[in-house]
């Protein structure tokens, strides 16, 4: 599913259409994706072909987080930090982030 969804946005071999592509990164974000759920944020939280609505963005960042996203990690951390959607929390900006980059380090360390 995000595959196709990928394909969607991009308009490889079909027709470009974000707010469609939105409906199959749903559907994958739903079934367990971090890497859809990661992009549906993403595209509520920058109203991309969806409507913008931050409270819906950082519940999926944090799903995503939780599911070891390390660019979810990131989103959320500056979330807090920016007070985007959040209240304030500079330790949990810093913890998230910190987390993301010992996970993005430990990624190019074992490659």
Avoid at 23 to 48: C, V
């Amino acid at each position: 599913m995000n595959n196709l969804a990928v394909n969607i946005t991009n308009g490889t071999g079909i027709t470009k259409d974000v707010t469609e592509a939105n409906r199959w990164y749903r559907k994958a974000a739903e079934a367990g994706n971090a890497e859809a759920m990661t992009t549906l944020a993403i595209n509520i939280a920058n109203a991309t072909g969806i409507t913008k609505d931050v409270t819906e963005a950082n519940r999926w960042y944090r799903k995503a987080a939780e599911a070891g996203n390390a660019d979810a990690m990131h989103n959320l951390g500056r979330a807090y930090y920016e007070c985007f959607g959040v209240s304030r929390d500079q330790r949990e900006a810093a913890r998230l982030i910190i987390a993301a980059l010992k996970k993005v380090m430990r990624s190019r360390l074992n490659r």
